[in-house]
């Protein structure tokens, strides 16, 4: 498997994206840090340059806190969907306290108007996320990539219904 990459792999260019429960991964893998009040806990990725957060969980959740995102000095994606609301019942705009909490520079947030929690999977069991979701999601990821890994400067997309924020 290894010798199947080599030459294939841009070690220098390393990004980390997940989705719900990868979304808190990659965070954490961006500097964000958990504790339970009287620790704090570190899992940075220093060979990591840029991260997507799809649908990130907010402060509340497994040991998340406003104190959990200052830390975060790279650039980061965090996108949402109006329809995206937490497990516990949370409201969607809980979704963008990582983005809220984090240090100004490079940090960018698209809220998709229709988007659920499932549209970020492709879509619930039986039911396809609607295209134009998806392509959003799409086209803001690779501008994203392309930008902080590629060092390609080109506008931000035009998107179906979305708004975005760069900090």
Known sequence: MIAALRDRLDIERIGIAGHSYGAYTALLCAGARVGDGTEERDFTEPRARAFVALSPPGNGARGLSQRSWLTLTRPVLCVRGTADSG??????????????????????????????????????????APAALLQDV??????????????????????????????
């Open 138 to 167: 799409e086209a803001c990821t690779l501008w994203f990539w392309d930008k902080h890994l590629r060092n390609i400067d080109a506008p931000f997309p035009p998107l179906h219904g979305a708004r975005v924020e760069h900090r």
């Open 87 to 128: 497990v516990q019942g949370e409201p969607p705009r809980w979704r963008e306290d990582a983005f809220r909490g984090m240090p100004a520079g490079d940090k960018t947030l698209v809220v998709i108007e229709g988007a659920t929690h499932s549209t970020f999977a492709g879509g619930a069991p039986r039911s396809p």
